[in-house]
């Protein structure tokens, strides 16, 4: 007798109780911590709950799928289910924090969606937390920065698993095969934390605030230990290294891979390492010269300062040497805005509008005065590199950057809005979305423990809609909301 094939949205649900199971399993992954504090265990169930019933639940929806022959998604399902992933893997890891009884469940939501978009704001009082949480908050966004499908699927065999891969918004398949290509990122990913937390140990830090900092700067995350973030440490040397461990986690590992084989020139032959040497030379220097006057340092303290900032804001990291944005001027947090909304390398874990979309726009200019003072029989093509290869650009392609453009910037002033709404300043407003959307961390103060719900959910929606780059979402609702209407769910 032949097998039942699976397909649709009884697919969905078979993949969904697959992908429940391993986020189950990575909420238990924190418990290894009392091994080091077990005076902590009274926090395990906190942990023990959650992962048990995820385990089981995805279990549960598995089986009734089981002896079938699992076919393909349909179009734009993969979205959906993307979509749906990453819902649960936010509802389930929130519930740790839930059961502790310190955070509701907006607040709960609010620091898993945070974590996983490696976005770095947070209600949680650092000083006040366990050691097993602050692991966890990590540990969430090491998982959401280097891609929750990926770090799932490389545990498994999945055929399918390329699609569902590229659909959550990354280019930077270094081999043809997700397996492959999954454990060749999660190893030099591994290896990057392991080097970061060896040279942040040399510089003073303990093996645990070392290993919690290293994964938060490979996954441009910027949770820290430390109230006063990477400041706390007064460090050059820690600085230093977390500066290169956010280099390293906001460039799109293709480029890592071509220096790794010596290709250098190759290497250098993509728009977004020209864009980030030209936003170098024009906001290391305000930002510097800023910092001098308003606060009267020497040029060195403030070039210390300017060069963190500058590198924190463009790599949507997030960590702080300074006690608070909002003692600044007004030039030095708009310059940080600019920096936070154009962010970091393509396909990287870093989030903002990308450089190579905001070198493409700028180039467009250009071609545009370049045909508009042309002959207008003279028909150009118009070349661009990416990742060490000179591409053709096609209208379809300007016109799709075009309009992921507006759409990021539009929803970066409603959300602006929406936070003046509860009587937050315009430019706070500006500063505090423009680091949720970007997925960065950086604070002037708008987010805090007691933070209005409405101003918690906006963000929350804003972090999620910046680490899927909007069109994950538009397109697995719009999937959703078609097939319901033509009744084709279920």
Do not use: C
């Amino acid at each position: 007798m032949l097998s039942q094939e699976v397909k649709g949205y009884r697919l969905i649900v078979n993949y969904l109780g697959l992908f429940t199971l391993l986020i189950g399993l990575i909420v238990l992954i924190p418990l290894s911590v009392l091994i080091f504090y077990p005076n902590e265990r009274n926090q395990a169930s906190n942990f023990i709950i959650p992962g048990v019933l995820s385990i089981l639940i995805g279990y549960m929806l598995i089986w009734f799928s089981r002896g079938k022959i699992v076919s393909k998604l349909d179009k734009h399902q993969d979205t959906l289910l993307i979509l749906s992933i990453w819902i649960v893997a936010i509802l389930i890891s929130s519930i740790p924090f839930l059961l502790t009884g310190n955070y509701n469940f907006t607040q709960s939501i609010f620091e898993s969606t945070s974590g996983y978009s490696t976005t770095g704001l947070t209600v949680v009082d650092v000083s006040q937390t366990p050691h097993i949480f602050l692991f966890y908050r990590s540990l969430l966004q090491f998982v959401g920065g280097v891609g929750l499908v990926l770090v799932l699927t490389s545990a498994i065999s999945d055929r399918h698993g390329m699609r569902l891969y590229h659909a959550e918004g990354h280019s930077d398949t270094l081999v043809p095969n997700l397996i492959k290509s999954a454990r060749l990122i999660l190893s030099i990913y591994f290896v990057y934390i392991l080097l970061g937390t060896m040279f942040y140990v040399l510089f003073g830090m303990s093996p645990f605030d070392g290993l919690n900092h290293a994964i938060a700067s490979v996954s441009t995350g910027g949770f820290s230990t430390k109230v006063d973030s990477i400041g706390h440490y007064q460090s050059f040397p820690i600085e230093v290294v977390t500066i290169v461990l956010m280099l390293l986690g906001s460039t799109n590992l293709v480029i890592h891979i071509m220096i790794f084989k010596r290709k250098f020139r190759k290497s250098t032959q993509h728009n977004e390492l020209w864009m980030f040497l030209i936003l170098m030379l024009i906001f290391l220097p305000l930002l510097t010269l800023d910092y001098m006057h308003q606060t009267q340092s020497a040029f060195i303290p403030s070039l210390r300062i300017g060069l963190f900032q500058w590198m924190t804001a463009l790599t949507t990291t997030g960590f702080q040497t300074i006690p608070s944005f909002s003692s600044l001027s007004p030039f030095f947090n708009l310059s940080v805005i600019i920096l936070m909304i154009i962010g970091g390398g393509l396909g990287s874990t870093a989030g903002g509008i990308k450089q190579y979309r905001i070198a493409l726009s700028l180039k467009q200019i250009l071609w545009n005065v370049r045909d508009r003072l042309s002959h207008k029989k003279t028909l150009h093509v118009n070349y661009s590199h990416k990742f060490g290869k000179e591409i053709v650009v096609a209208p379809i392609e300007l016109s799709q950057n075009n309009s992921y453009i507006m759409l990021y910037l539009i929803t970066l002033l409603i959300g602006t809005l929406i936070f003046t709404w509860f009587g937050y300043t315009f430019e706070a407003s500006l500063f505090e979305f423009a680091s949720a959307l970007g997925t960065v961390g950086l604070s002037i103060g708008v987010i805090s423990y007691h933070a209005h719900p409405v101003v918690l959910w906006t963000a929350s929606i804003g972090m999620l809609l910046g680490r899927l780059e909007f069109y994950v979402i538009i397109l697995g609702i719009s999937k959703l909301y078609l097939d319901l209407t033509h009744k084709k769910v279920i």
